[in-house]
């Protein structure tokens, strides 16, 4: 991990280094455009250039036919020489020149010379001349006003003695090295020997070379193997000095940003950028604080790109461990992929929630937080950001989201999709506005027949829902949540079951499978909390958890209550055994219309809580049921004329049962008061 993070950091130390050169670069612009920058690797800076521009053929790049150079086999040649580097800041050029040379032989004898143009000089600061050999002689000599001048040294030794030459410093004796005079131009070199008697028979040597591109040997007085040293000229431009544009800027070499410099020249004059810039002056030079300001908008954003990689490659591992890579092979090798699930970035979701908002948040519970949420396209979604990060939650997540992605279902709230490139992963899901139905419930103080039918629809609905889930889904879903807070109303109070975090998929050839006990207190299947063998009917059990809420508009369980009403699950069950039904139904719900309806449902939730999962009705039972007492509803006619007192009586009658006897469920209308008979004291003697 830190060896990663090192390495991104050099690359990142990297980057920041070549975006300094290529500003500093861009800074110079060495050349005029369409002309040849280098040659065999060394620069070529304007004032100097090869030929003519290849895009304006009219057009030389270079300044003066002085500076005109020919780039041939990698070699770049300026007339008879050869050219290492060019220098615009220094106003140098190195060259290479040849080394004078005389032995007793005669024949391979040198004196060169150079006769450069006016412009050009050999450096006084950067060469040395110097000779070797003993009892030797070195001449530098220059013309200058037709008159010639020149400098040179004598060393006097006895070669076969070499005690006391200084090996490896030119010290004089072996080897001797004077200044260079000012104003050469012209220059010859010649070596020579003296007392050609007196022992030495050696060859001398005498050259004008760069600085420290040449360090004295003993082993030089045998044998000098240079034939050519590193030479530095000094160079100007124009023919006159910088007074002379004083009036005319005509031929004035100096760009954007920088002086005529003519101190120490006599021909010819030389231009500096300005202090606080930097660049090549004969093309223009640009603020240092320019460069500076490159450098940081390249560093910062560099560093932002760093970030952002480093940012990508979080989002990658949490996609990774997020179980991503299996959902999107899930997702891709569904056969029914008729509904697709979108996969988010966090981008998009923080855009989204206005970087989640405190101010958006219409939920939060154990589980974690649900954000309102409006996407690009206007369409408010809501977003639930999972709090605890463990292991078991990131599988649940992805457990719902599978669940979800395969469910179409109008009372099933639908995932629009997910986002893994968190740490905590996000789910989307379509907003439904009204929020649970034990919000629903807990906050109608009044409540009227209207209300009930409202809420046997709402009943019915999320009966169809799970009923769906257990049944009509590819796989068995059991929901294993079944309560109030987790089904939601939309904004015409339809249902729509939500929260499918705890969900198994059932494979078909099983009908019961061992978990973890999870679940909602209050809520819980009794019989799964024992055995924890999870089955389709511990939805059942909490739906009629749900079914007893709607009924008496109470919390499914409150340590407010009495010891007694604690549970209401069981509280309602002995009222319902003690006939006191009514009692714990909530008050002004029950009218003339409607008792008939509602004892039906009390008796239906009655059957969804018996103890033993095997004697409750199924979840496709219990909603054709409850669309059976809705259809009662919109007929009222059908069981008018039954009256309460015979349904009380009925409840405490105990005789055999018509359902027992393997009557078929969908006979409900006919079959409602002998289910009544038998079936709930069998529950209430089990449920104690
Ligand atoms: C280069 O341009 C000059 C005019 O500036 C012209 O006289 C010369 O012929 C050109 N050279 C080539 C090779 O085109
Ligand atoms: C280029 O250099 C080669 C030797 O390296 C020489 O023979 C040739 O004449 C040169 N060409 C030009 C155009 O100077
Ligand atoms: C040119 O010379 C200046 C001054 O001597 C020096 O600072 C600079 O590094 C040289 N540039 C190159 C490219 O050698
Ligand atoms: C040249 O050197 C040879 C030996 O290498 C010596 O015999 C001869 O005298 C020398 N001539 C002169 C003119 O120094
Ligand atoms: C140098 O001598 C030439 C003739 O030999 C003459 O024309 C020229 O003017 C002289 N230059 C100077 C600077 O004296
Ligand atoms: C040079 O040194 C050698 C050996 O040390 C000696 O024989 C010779 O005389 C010396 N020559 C001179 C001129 O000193
Ligand atoms: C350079 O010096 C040589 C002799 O050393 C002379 O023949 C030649 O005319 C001089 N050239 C110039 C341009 O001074
Ligand atoms: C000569 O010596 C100097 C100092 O020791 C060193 O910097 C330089 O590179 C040497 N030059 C060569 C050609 O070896
Ligand atoms: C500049 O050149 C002019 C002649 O062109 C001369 O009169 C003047 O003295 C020169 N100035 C310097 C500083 O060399
Ligand atoms: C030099 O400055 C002028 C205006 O002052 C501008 O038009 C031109 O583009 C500049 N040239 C460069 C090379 O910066």
Not at 218 to 246: A, M
């Amino acid at each position: 991990m830190e060896e990663l993070q090192l390495r991104q950091m050099l690359i990142l130390a990297t980057a920041v280094a070549m975006v300094a050169a290529a500003a500093l670069a861009s800074d110079k612009l060495q050349t005029l455009p369409g002309c040849t920058s280098t040659c065999g690797g060394i620069e070529i800076p304007y004032p100097f250039g090869v030929g003519n521009s290849s895009t304006q053929p009219q057009q030389p790049c270079f300044l003066e036919p002085n500076f005109d150079l020919v780039c041939n086999n990698s070699k770049l040649n300026w007339g008879d020489f050869i050219i290492s580097s060019i220098n615009v800041t220094a106003h140098q050029m190195d060259v290479t020149f040849y080394v004078a040379r005389f032995c007793n032989d005669s024949e391979n004898d040198n004196n060169p010379w150079m006769s450069t143009a006016e412009t050009f000089t050999v450096s006084r600061t950067e060469n040395k001349f110097g000779t070797i050999g003993c009892n030797s002689l070195g001449f530098l000599q220059s013309t200058y006003d037709n008159n010639t001048y020149g400098t040179g040294c004598a060393t006097q030794c006895n070669g076969t003695d070499a005690t006391i030459i200084d090996d490896g410093s030119c010290s004089g004796i072996g080897c001797c090295h004077v200044d260079i005079p000012p104003r050469m131009r012209n220059i010859s070199i010649s070596a020579a020997t003296y007392k050609p008697d007196d022992g030495w028979h050696g060859c001398s040597y005498s050259f004008v070379a760069k600085r420290n591109s040449y360090n004295f040997s003993i082993t030089h007085l045998k044998i000098f193997q240079y034939l050519e040293l590193p030479l530095v000229l000094d160079w100007t431009v124009g023919e006159r000095n910088c007074s002379g544009f004083e009036r005319s800027r005509v031929e004035y070499a100096c760009m954007n940003n920088s002086d005529c410099n003519d101190a120490d020249t006599d021909i010819g004059y030389r231009c500096m950028c300005k202090p606080g810039y930097q660049g090549n002056p004969y093309v223009g030079c640009t603020g240092v604080a320019a460069t500076i300001v490159i450098l940081f908008v390249g560093a910062t954003s560099l560093y932002l790109i760093y970030q952002k990689r480093k940012l990508n490659k979080l989002r990658e591992k949490y996609f990774k461990q997020n179980g991503g890579s299996i959902l999107l092979q899930q997702l891709s090798t569904r056969e029914n992929s008729s509904r697709m699930i979108q996969i988010f970035t966090e981008e998009q979701l923080k855009k989204a929630t206005n970087n989640f908002d405190e101010s958006l948040i219409i939920g939060s519970g154990g589980f974690g937080t649900v954000f309102k949420g409006f996407l690009e396209n206007n369409s408010i979604v809501a977003i639930k950001k999972s709090k605890i990060v463990d292991e078991s939650q990131k599988e649940q997540f992805i457990n719902e989201v599978v669940i979800l992605s395969q469910i179409n279902h109008r009372n099933v709230v639908k995932l629009l999709g997910c986002c893994l490139e968190r740490e905590v992963p996000l789910l989307v899901y379509e907003f439904v506005e009204n929020g649970t139905v034990y919000d629903f419930l807990h906050t109608q103080k009044k409540v009227n027949s209207e209300t009930w039918k409202t809420r046997l629809r709402i009943a019915a609905e999320a009966a169809g829902a799970l009923s769906y889930l257990h049944s009509a889904a590819s796989m068995p879903i059991i929901h294993r949540d079944v309560k109030t807070a987790n089904i939601l109303l939309d904004n015409t109070y339809t249902a729509k079951v939500s929260d499918f975090g705890a969900s198994r998929l059932v494979p078909l050839d099983q009908t019961e499978i061992a978990t973890m006990v999870q679940g909602t207190f209050g809520y819980l299947d009794p019989e799964y909390l024992l055995t924890s063998q999870l089955t389709e009917k511990s939805d059942v059990f909490s739906f009629g958890v749900v079914l007893v809420e709607l009924l008496t508009g109470e919390k499914p369980h409150s340590f407010g209550r009495a010891e007694e009403k604690r549970s209401l699950s069981n509280h309602f069950l002995s009222c319902l055994k003690e006939d006191h039904m009514f009692d714990v139904l909530q008050f002004g719900m029950v009218n003339e219309e409607n008792e008939k309806e509602i004892i039906e449902v009390a008796i239906l939730a009655a059957r969804c809580l018996r103890l033993k999962g095997e004697e409750r009705p199924s979840m496709k039972e219990v909603a054709s049921k409850l669309d059976a007492i809705r259809q009662m509803e919109k007929r009222p006619w059908i069981n008018r004329d039954q009256n309460l007192e015979e349904t009380q009586y009925l409840l405490d009658e105990s005789s055999s049962s018509i359902y027992e006897r393997g009557e078929d469920s969908s006979s409900h209308q006919n079959t409602s008061y002998d289910i009544i008979r038998d079936r709930i004291p069998f529950a209430l003697d089990n449920g104690r």
